[in-house]
């Protein structure tokens, strides 16, 4: 069983629940003027328990466009090369959007995305994340909602993966240390 793997819990799935509450409270607070709502732009696959859970506490008008962007691949644990495994799969000309991740780490990510987004014309550009590591996260990415801020640890579950296992483990949590190659 995966339990077996995780040396602890940094963040259980109650207080996630709440604070992904207070988040979508402070995201529909910042569109509540937009009759043309928002989109979504999740980046696979890290953000799914994320954006499940938040989108279904928002009761705003949102589509969804996918991207993914692999930055940790395989069983690496620090950034490598960026490849964009899925472009935008849908159109945000003109449109709010807010982009979704797991964890803001070296920015790499984001600021690939946020890029991506405004080349393609949005409106207006923000993004959410579940955790940050503010050691590392560069000035130049603006966060607009964060979750909660975590030490510089590789983090597993609610989404979070170590070679795209862990990611159903409800749990923020951190593996035993014999587990990471
Ligand atoms: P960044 O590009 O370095 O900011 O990293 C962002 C991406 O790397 C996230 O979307 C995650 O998928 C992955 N990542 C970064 N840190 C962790 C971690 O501690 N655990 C699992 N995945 C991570
Ligand atoms: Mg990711």
């Known amino acids: 069983m995966i339990n077996d793997d995780?040396?602890?819990?940094?963040?259980?799935?109650?207080?996630?629940?709440e604070r992904v509450r207070a988040l979508a409270g402070e995201?529909?607070?910042?569109?509540?003027?937009?009759?043309?709502g928002l989109t979504l732009v999740p980046v696979l696959s890290g953000s799914i328990i994320f954006l499940a859970d938040l989108i279904r506490e928002l009761?705003?008008?949102?589509?969804?466009?996918?991207?993914?962007v692999s930055t940790y691949p395989g069983?690496?644990?620090?950034?490598?090369?960026?490849r964009v495994v899925l472009e935008l799969s849908g159109d945000v000309?003109?449109?709010?959007?807010?982009?979704?991740?797991?964890?803001?780490?070296s920015g790499k990510t984001l600021r690939r995305?946020?890029?991506?987004?405004?080349?393609?014309g949005a409106r207006s550009v923000r993004s959410i994340v579940l955790l940050r590591k503010p050691s590392k996260a560069p000035a130049d990415v603006p966060v607009e909602f964060v979750g909660f801020d975590v030490e510089d640890l590789f983090v597993v579950g609610y989404?979070?993966?170590?070679?795209?296992?862990?990611?159903?483990?409800?749990h923020v949590g951190v593996l035993k240390p014999g587990l990471i190659r």
């Not at 995201?27 to 043309?36: E, F, I, L, N, W």
């Not at 069983?75 to 960026?82: D, F, G, I, L």
């Not at 449109?95 to 780490?105: E, F, Q, S």
């Not at 995305?113 to 393609?120: C, D, K, L, T, Y």
């Open 6 to 17: 995780l040396d602890r819990i940094l963040i259980d799935r109650g207080a996630i629940a």
């Open 27 to 36: 995201v529909a607070a910042t569109y509540a003027d937009q009759p043309g």
């Open 59 to 68: 009761p705003l008008r949102m589509k969804v466009a996918l991207v993914h």
């Open 75 to 82: 069983s690496a644990t620090t950034p490598q090369t960026q």
């Open 93 to 105: 000309k003109d449109r709010n959007v807010l982009i979704v991740d797991d964890i803001l780490d």
């Open 113 to 120: 995305v946020q890029a991506m987004v405004r080349e393609r």
């Open 159 to 170: 989404g979070l993966d170590y070679d795209d296992l862990y990611r159903n483990y409800p």
